[in-house]
């Protein structure tokens, strides 16, 4: 089994900062992509950011030059540092992976962290 263990959310006030982390553990293949949605009430999941395993990444307009997504290949472990905070940004965050073996690809997720930017 594969696990997606995500922490560092919480309630934060407008301007702020928090960083996320997305740890995998498990019978996991070759990552080719790690990445963060996140889901407000009443909205769709939306991608906030993804990042290859060769470190392209590729942001939500509305996070750019705000958030800044990376990862740890040796540890499996991607990363949201999340500045100027604003209360749109509030949502449950999710990791996502997806990774490859042979021509077999999958997407896994975790189980979602709540972030609250309220002052």
């Known amino acids: 089994q594969v696990q997606l263990v995500e922490s560092g959310g919480g309630l934060v006030q407008p301007g702020g900062s928090l960083r996320l982390s997305c740890a995998v553990s498990g019978n996991i293949f070759s990552i080719n992509f790690m990445g963060w949605h996140r889901q407000a009430p009443g909205k769709q999941r939306e991608l906030v950011a993804s990042?290859?395993?060769?470190?392209?990444?590729n942001y939500a307009d509305s996070v750019k030059g705000r958030f800044t997504i990376s990862r740890d290949n040796a540890k499996n472990t991607v990363y949201l540092q999340m500045n100027s905070l604003k209360p749109e940004d509030t949502a449950v965050y999710y990791c996502?992976?997806?990774?490859?073996?042979?021509?077999?690809?999958?997407?896994?997720w975790g189980q979602g962290t709540q972030v609250t930017v309220s002052s």
């Open positions: 990042i290859t395993s060769g470190g392209r990444t």
């Open positions: 996502n992976v997806e990774d490859q073996i042979g021509p077999v690809r999958r997407v896994l």
